[in-house]
């Protein structure tokens, strides 16, 4: 989302970080992590148990206020809410507290549009010109598959503004606003990181669904990851479940994803999903275990996902995605072995919270 655009890293831009932290040891702060490490399994997992507790509070000391949870297959090896999902009421913060996940919707998208390539109504290598109507002749050459891993030139965002992911655009006007905008590369040639091309993709969706981006989304990909509390902005939870916003811009009286307006096409595709840690640790477990999308597409998912022009994807890879804004919300997944290790940190109170606890914790669970 726009306003993360010095902390959404996607993919293999934050996963060669994460594996160079792997391969080089992370910085963690030893005065805070003094656990001994045991001989036996259960002793290891303790031991782990009580370095990411100790990690974890560090971080609140610092102002963390979120929610935290690392599995192991079926095992929860730590799970632990922090802080305060509504100051004025005093609301904890707990596993099933549902967050604005930001960027971490890209994902989704992918997987909806590899559900649709799936069932034979797309190919990755269609062209956008012969999928929309009146594309200018720069653009028309763009492949699904560019649109996906952020290898079509496109613009950055649709409204490159501050609050710009809750200006209310029509799906016509932001088509209009990103394919008339000269392209940043010649599509295929580079790299470079695009809210707008997955607004396109969404548009591509809901042509090829025959239904509403979000309708699709929700059947297809929520519903099929056991993502049951996940929704969209403007969807209705108990107020004691979701996340306001602290430390940045606020929208609204209430800054929080079920007090904004309904998704925008200023930000659909790219961002506008709320969820829990628990849904995005079902979301993971489903899709490698093949629930959500069949085995090949899964593997086409991360390779899209993992860009491999940049690090060449193997069963055993760790990755990393993440997202954020300027209202108070930051999320960050890291997951490796087919998502049988799963770290998860999503905050309500500030930038790049999140992201610090997954590169301190993740060196910890991908040894």
Not at 277 to 306: H, Q
Not at 322 to 331: C, E, L, R
């Amino acid at each position: 989302m726009r306003s993360s655009k010095d902390v959404v890293r996607v993919g293999l831009a934050v996963a060669g970080v994460v594996v160079a932290l792997l391969a080089g040891g992370a910085a963690v702060d030893d005065a805070d992590v003094q656990v001994e490490v045991g001989g036996s399994a259960l002793d290891r997992e303790r031991s782990l148990r009580g370095r990411i507790g100790a990690i974890v509070e560090s971080e609140r000391r610092r102002g963390f206020s979120g929610v935290v949870l690392v599995a192991w297959g079926r095992r929860f090896i730590f799970s632990r809410g922090v802080g305060l999902a509504d100051r004025r009421r005093r609301t904890p913060i707990t596993v099933r507290t549902v967050f604005d996940i930001g960027s971490v919707t890209k994902p989704l998208t992918l997987a909806a549009a590899l559900a649709l390539v799936e069932d034979g109504r797309f190919e990755l290598s269609d062209r956008l010109g012969d999928l929309l109507p009146g594309v200018p002749d720069d653009k028309r050459a763009i492949t699904l598959r560019q649109l996906l891993a952020h290898r079509a030139g496109l613009p950055e965002y649709v409204v490159d503004s501050p609050g710009g992911d809750f200006v209310a655009l029509s799906r016509d006007e932001a088509l209009r606003r990103i394919l008339g905008q000269p392209l940043r590369f010649e599509p295929g040639t580079d790299y470079g990181y695009s809210d707008a091309g997955y607004t396109v993709t969404a548009a591509l969706i809901e042509d090829a669904a025959g239904r509403s981006f979000e309708d699709f989304l929700r059947e297809r990909i929520l519903e099929r990851g056991g993502m049951m509390s996940a929704g969209f902005y403007g969807d209705r939870w108990r107020r004691s479940r979701v996340a306001i916003g602290y430390g940045g811009r606020t929208h609204g009286a209430r800054n929080a994803p079920d007090a904004w307006s309904h998704v925008s096409w200023s930000l659909k595709g790219a961002g506008g999903v709320v969820a829990s840690a628990r849904d995005l640790r079902n979301w993971t477990r489903r899709l490698s275990s093949g629930r959500v999308l069949g085995p090949e597409t899964v593997r086409t998912f991360y390779e899209i996902l993992a860009m491999p022009e940049r690090l060449p994807p193997a069963n055993g890879f760790v990755i990393a995605y993440a997202g954020a804004n300027d209202y108070g919300f930051n999320s960050a997944v890291v997951e490796g072995d087919r998502a049988r290790r799963i770290v998860i940190a999503l905050t309500n109170a500030d930038r790049n919270r999140a992201e610090r606890l997954t590169d301190r914790i993740a060196p910890l669970v991908f040894p």
